[in-house]
């Protein structure tokens, strides 16, 4: 499944005085099958932008095309019935909380799938293993949602949207609030949900996550989508206009070359690439 | 110099059977920046909300500005504490960002016409003068952010406890946010940090790093002291700032850095010596 955006704007409170632009004419294609990441500076558009993805939100001009679906701000053109889209659209919100309702962790797992029509034998089953790739085990199956910790519940609405087996995984900052090693985890666990053929849209913060991880990287500026690319491409240019900060690995590069020591590899993923590249440099 | 948290041997259940805090003791020092870093569910959040006299039925000692967490005290101690929620809409009260401010500052008894200076000033601060008549449901997550950092700063407290309060935020603005918050120390010595955080880059810069694993406090120290156990530290799911994981890599690569090597810059020298 692809995603086309075409001349999209999205303006909240339109026709009121407090009408506001947050897409600005995005035109944007995501192709299937990669590790996509959007990133840009706080209230650029980010969370609007992939809202479209599902349907939660309609442009107000243009429309979204997502392989059958028509999410257009004509309503003509909209496909009358979203349902099918929310199922192989997956969506885990920015804050967690708001996906959460049901009184058990492993009701409210469950009632994704039980929604499209599993029965709720099954759909338990689906639950179960969603948890247990998040990383909670049976303890948590009784409790009450509510009363979790803050990462705890972040892991329950991810297992929530996986558990429906979607073909496109939308998630909106998801390693905010998650521990350093449950976020390495959960970052491992979207490469295998990707190897076996679901789209990862990613929206992050953090850039060292975006270069380990993204096969492609989109930048969003007041409402505009600045830059698609490598992400290696990206963290070569400078990156303060957009409010971003280089990963580690790339500035300390960057810190080096100034120095004098030109470190020649052009992916630098993570700590282990970074050191085995200045050992290339200093011994060759 | 005196302690402005002082706990001993506090232990704390949401049920019966299993402790979320358990023997917990430390003391935070005036005018410091402590961080606590801990795994999910370690009981950090419950700590806070122990500290805030959030919750009751603790046993154990906690005092804050020298007083005993309880009814009777609560008030006083509340007066100077301010703390930031880990979800910020479960802190906002007003229909605008303005009033929800607003409200705060009347809590504290400040007086109607000094209101909106002060609400200009820290709105501006945090990056959200634009935002003032904006209600705080209609703001992205990480203006969400900004606003109720702003919210807690505006009221001048003496101790200020972040849980997790920047981890929406782009790189720049928690940048911004660090350094308003030095800023505001620097303005006013006995202004006291802690601040709860997975961004162990935050806590390489702290004075003091605690670690809470399942609700026992397992290390305490400068954060040079805290991460040189950095194989303790993978066990219990954290991990090390950058520089001592580069320096760990390049050990493994064959390449000797010497051990007081603690920057970027001084590692960067070393490497092109
Ligand atoms: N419901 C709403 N009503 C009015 N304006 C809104 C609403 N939701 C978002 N906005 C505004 O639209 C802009 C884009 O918001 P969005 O949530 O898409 O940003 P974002 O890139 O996800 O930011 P963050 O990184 O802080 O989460 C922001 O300026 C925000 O204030
Ligand atoms: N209201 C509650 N009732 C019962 N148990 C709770 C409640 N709130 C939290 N817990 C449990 O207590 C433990 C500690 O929770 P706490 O929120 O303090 O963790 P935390 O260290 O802040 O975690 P995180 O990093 O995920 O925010 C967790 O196992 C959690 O499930
Ligand atoms: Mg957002
Ligand atoms: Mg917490």
Redesign the pocket.
Known sequence: MSIVFSNVFHTYGLKSPFAFNALDDVNLTLEEGKFIAIVGRTGSGKSTLVQHMNALLKPTQGKVVINEWINSSDKKERTKKLAGLRKDVGMVFQFPEYQLFEDSVIKDVAFGPMNFGVKEKEATEFAKEALSRVGLDESFYERSPF??????KRKVAIAGILAMSPKILVVDEPTA?L?PQASKEMMSLFRTVLESGTTIILVSHDMDIVAEYADEVIVMESGQVKKQCKPEELFGIALQEYSLDKPHTYAFAESLRQKGIDIQSKSLKNVNELALAIKEKLNG | MSNIIEINNLSFS??EGSK?LDGVSFVVEEGSYVTLI?H????????AKVISGLVDDFTGEVKVFGLDVDRKNIKEIRAKLGLVF?NPDNQFVGSTVRDDMAFGLENRCIPTEEMNPIIEKFAAEAGMSEFLDTAPENLSGGQKQRVAIAGILSMSPDLIIYD?ATSMLDPVGKKDILRLTLKLKEENPKLTVFSIT?DVEEAWHADKVLV?NKGHLVLEGTPKEVFSHSDELEKIHLEAPFIVSLIKALRNNGINVPDNISSEEELEDYLCR
């Not at chain 1, 009363?147 to 705890?152: K, R």
């Not at chain 2, 999910?40 to 700590?47: A, M």
């Open positions: 009363q979790l910790s803050g990462g705890e609030g521990d | 949401y049920e979320t801990g999910n569910g370690s009981g950090k959040s419950t700590l880990q997790e997975h809470l």
